[in-house]
């Protein structure tokens, strides 16, 4: 029949069982490495890299939903993912939560699905507002940070941080995402060693008709690709 098995940890394995309509579905079973099998088509011998990794992810919206998913498929090994927000339907045009998500708590609904993904990925989670009273605090376990906060005041604060008080520890930002405009726009700038932007510097949510999904998520990919860079040592 084709089943194909998974090896989850010492106690959890699944199997994919193939039935007569070619339809997969999951049922307990013992079975190959599943860690190795979700990791076998990334960059080769970068997952013991990968899994060593920590990252904190600041905000949980059409940047961060996404990052974070992107990040948990590449099999980063521990993620830390805050925000205060509860999952809007407005949301659902651009950030990574499903249907049943509205009403739920942001990061709750992220774990939860990161789970569904790769369970090899530790997420913590911290349903807070990011403050310039507890960003020392946040961050001071990761070495790569990522920004992805709609609020510019709380933006520059995270930034100005990191780079006055946390030399060493890498951050990349964004800005510039919304609208419709040329998708080539969004670039990567280095502007310094430790210091990223991705987007195209200009195009704020304010200024333009709208944000949708295709844009926010080039914009996610520029900084989940960059935080990858870091992470095996490719960067520029």
Do not use: W
């Not at 860690?35 to 890299?49: M, Q």
């Amino acid at each position: 029949m084709n089943n194909k098995s998974f090896f989850i940890d010492d106690k959890k394995e699944i199997v994919l069982e193939k039935s007569k309509n070619n339809i997969y579905k999951y049922k307990e079973k013992v079975g190959k490495n599943f860690l190795e099998e979700i990791s076998k088509r990334n960059i080769e011998n970068s997952l013991e890299k990968l899994q060593k990794a920590k990252v904190c992810i600041l905000g949980a919206g059409g940047l961060g939903s996404n990052i974070a998913e992107m990040l948990a498929r590449s099999s980063v090994g521990y993620l830390h993912i805050v925000d205060f927000d509860l999952v809007e339907i407005s949301n659902l045009n651009r950030q990574s939560y499903f249907l049943e998500d509205v009403g739920k708590i942001k990061v709750e609904a992220l774990k939860n699905k990161i789970k569904k993904i790769n369970p090899f990925v530790k997420v913590d989670i911290e349903n807070t507002k990011i403050t310039d009273n507890n960003i020392g605090r946040i961050i001071k376990d990761e070495n790569i940070i990522v920004e992805a906060v709609d609020d510019a005041k709380t933006k520059a604060m995270i930034v100005n941080e990191i780079l006055e008080n946390h030399t060493t520890k890498y951050i990349i930002s964004a800005s510039g995402m919304a609208g419709l405009e040329n998708s080539n726009n969004i670039k990567t700038k280095k502007i310094n060693n430790n210091f990223y932007i991705s987007g195209d510097g200009y195009t704020d949510f304010e200024n333009y008709s709208g944000i949708m999904a295709p844009r926010v998520m080039i914009c996610a990919g520029h900084q989940a690709n960059i935080v990858l860079r870091i992470i095996l040592e490719k960067e520029d």
